[in-house]
């Protein structure tokens, strides 16, 4: 049986190696890098996050809809990836869409390949993909080379839409 001792030193250990990570990558974003780093202040053994939109806007002294959007560029550049969660009558977390909308799971991806995430947050092609645009403009931070255009126009692009009390 392992004491509550035991399991808080992992998840100190999961957080001190998820802040680390998150610090040595060169993303060229320092509102994205706020972010992840305010990530890694919820982040669980298992390299989970459960922290709302609000919770990191004001960790990050940012606005809700420029978190949202950096939580995008940083799915897309490699560096997290996010599960959609709800809430089922009996307060049971799932990922099936059973109840009302909740919190994402969000995964730091501690163990991606650094070198292709700090390419794409400098908008470079990454060495062995095919997607996106010949000069990969799809994942660029900058309002001028793409992606704030991409998802400012809805807010479908960040996640479905919670669900209302009744």
């Known amino acids: 049986m392992i004491d509550k001792t035991q399991k808080h030193r992992a998840r100190r250990v999961a957080s001190d190696e998820a802040h680390a990570w998150a610090r040595s990558l060169q993303l060229n974003n320092p509102?994205?890098?706020s972010?992840?780093?305010?990530?890694?202040?919820?982040?669980?053994g298992d390299g989970s996050c459960f922290v709302s939109i609000d919770q990191l806007a004001e960790d990050t002294d940012l606005s809700p809809d420029t978190v949202r959007r950096r939580l995008v560029w940083l799915e897309q550049i490699g560096a997290i990836v996010r599960l959609p969660?709800?809430?089922?009558?009996?307060g049971r977390r799932n990922s099936e869409a059973r109840g009302k909308r909740t919190t994402d799971d969000i995964r730091l991806l501690i163990e991606a390949n650094i070198e292709e995430i700090e390419r794409r947050a400098k908008g470079q092609e990454p060495e062995n993909s095919s997607s996106g645009g010949p000069d990969g403009t799809d994942i660029s931070p900058s309002s001028l080379r793409g992606l704030n255009e991409a998802v400012e126009t809805t807010a479908e692009n960040v996640s479905p839409p919670?669900?209302?009390d009744c």
């Open 35 to 44: 972010v992840l780093r305010a990530l890694t202040l919820y982040v669980n």
């Open 31 to 33: 509102v994205g890098k």
């Open 85 to 90: 969660q709800w809430l089922d009558g009996n």
């Open 162 to 164: 919670l669900a209302l």
